[in-house]
């Protein structure tokens, strides 16, 4: 098949899970024989080649906001980007948005594109400030959800922006088929959304490693690895570290990710503040090198739709905290393949690190059990396969409501 992923975040930018989860299903449906293109509009600040081939699949990043000339002067770029959305607009965001159809409609025919697929997250969609609304296309447009903006305004009960809402709202009723990536999210999108159609579910996957479990670990590292952002308990993370510390001094603790880090050292006391450190974000490889060193990893979010670096950590054989709300369930087993915790119970999640760090024997059989789990029941060998056969169903219908 001749496949097309519409993403404004393809390594090695900054990029978040989605990016990594086309770039790894992209790549392997290339091994799989298929034609693999990804599209997506980017800002120039974003950097990456216009085009390029990574591993046979052709990524091709179109622009929008401001122009080149300011990279590099990040005072004036600043400056800038704080403009009045309708200012920007006007510079830039309609003309970049109608090129970037304009383009895809060409790849369609160019390429004999079968399907796309596009996440219900396109960071452009806010940032360009109007109504994005998508064109029928020559072939079927899948809207796989990642987690919306109003999936996860709903799922924290926070405030909707109208103009973000009704972009999500039209993109649900726009596309021709739908996917989720958990059994959660499909759920709940049928009720945020009040969905008549069912979504398909197509879990994320990764490569699997060989030498997962054999790999030689700290025995007193612990990691996190996610945006700084209240939705993934890093806030409640740093408060049980507190608790974490007292129990056990010689522990670090290293958290990964992007965004501001004030407010999160406030919360920790003077002892514990030099056992951890910020490393801000770094490369899929650097956080893969992480988890096969790390004594164990700790995701205590409050709201996902899959958890990507949960199953990265598993399939490294690093032993893993996760979240008991969302998916969790879905990707860890309590106390098989590792603990799940309650994200407002800080006691919770001092008691899960300690017990991991007090017990050796506890850790190996936790990474033994989450290597299996995710050669299993997570590996984008597997997944591609599903993926391509979702996608020939859903262009064979397609087609027929054409004729």
């Known amino acids: 098949m001749n496949i097309l992923y519409i993403c404004d975040e393809y390594p090695p930018g900054k990029n978040g899970g989605i990016g990594t989860m086309v770039q790894v299903l992209g790549r392997e449906l290339v091994k799989q024989g298929h034609s693999v293109y990804v599209a997506g509009l980017y800002g120039y600040r974003y950097g990456s080649s216009d085009y390029e081939e990574d591993k046979g699949v052709r990524v091709y990043r179109l622009r929008y906001g401001l122009n080149l000339f300011f990279m590099g002067n990040n005072f004036f770029y600043n400056i800038l980007e704080k403009l009045p959305?309708?200012?920007k607009i006007k510079m830039n965001g309609i003309i970049a948005y109608k090129k970037f159809l304009n383009f895809i409609e060409v790849l369609i025919e160019k390429e004999k594109i079968d399907v796309i697929e596009i996440p219900d997250w396109n960071s452009f969609s806010?940032?360009?400030?109007?109504?994005?609304t998508w064109p029928k296309f020559k072939v079927p447009l899948i809207l796989k959800s990642h987690g919306s903006y109003t999936y996860f305004n709903l799922?924290?009960?926070l405030p909707l922006n109208p103009i973000y809402n009704k972009i999500d709202i039209e993109l649900f009723n726009r596309a021709d088929a739908l996917s989720a990536v958990s059994n959660y999210t499909a759920i709940n999108n049928q009720i945020y959304f009040s969905l008549k159609r069912e979504s398909k579910v197509l879990l994320n996957s990764i490569e699997i490693s060989k030498h997962a479990t054999k790999f030689k670990r700290d025995e007193q590292t612990v990691i996190f690895v996610g945006s700084l952002l209240k939705k993934k308990g890093i806030?409640?993370?740093?408060?049980?570290?507190?608790?974490?510390?007292k129990k056990h001094p010689q522990?670090?603790?290293?958290?990964?990710?992007?965004?501001?880090?004030n407010s999160l050292k406030k919360l920790l006391n003077k002892e514990a503040n030099l056992s951890v450190e910020f490393k801000n974000h770094v490369s899929r490889?650097?956080?893969?090198?992480?988890?096969?060193?790390?004594?164990?990893?700790?995701?205590?979010?409050?709201?996902?739709?899959?958890?990507?670096?949960?199953?990265?950590?598993?399939?490294?054989g690093c032993p893993v905290i996760?979240?008991?709300?969302?998916?969790?369930?879905?990707?860890?087993?309590?106390?098989e393949n590792g603990l799940l915790i309650d994200p407002d119970n800080i006691i919770e999640i001092e008691e899960a690190i300690s017990k991991l760090l007090n017990d050796k024997l506890l850790r190996e059989n936790f990474s033994?059990?989450?290597f299996t789990t995710v050669k299993n029941k997570f590996n984008v060998v597997n997944s591609a396969k599903e993926h391509v056969d979702y996608y020939k169903l859903v262009s064979n219908e397609f087609k027929l409501k054409k004729t």
């Open 368 to 370: 033994a059990n989450a």
């Open 285 to 316: 490889f650097e956080i893969l090198n992480q988890f096969s060193k790390a004594t164990l990893a700790v995701f205590p979010s409050y709201s996902e739709t899959f958890g990507l670096m949960c199953i990265e950590a598993m399939s490294m």
């Open 155 to 157: 799922e924290l009960n």
């Open 235 to 245: 806030f409640q993370l740093v408060k049980a570290w507190n608790l974490v510390y």
């Open 126 to 132: 806010f940032v360009l400030g109007y109504l994005v």
């Open 322 to 335: 996760y979240t008991k709300r969302s998916c969790g369930s879905e990707i860890i087993t309590d106390n």
């Open 85 to 87: 959305n309708w200012l």
């Open 251 to 261: 522990a670090k603790l290293f958290i990964f990710g992007k965004g501001k880090t």
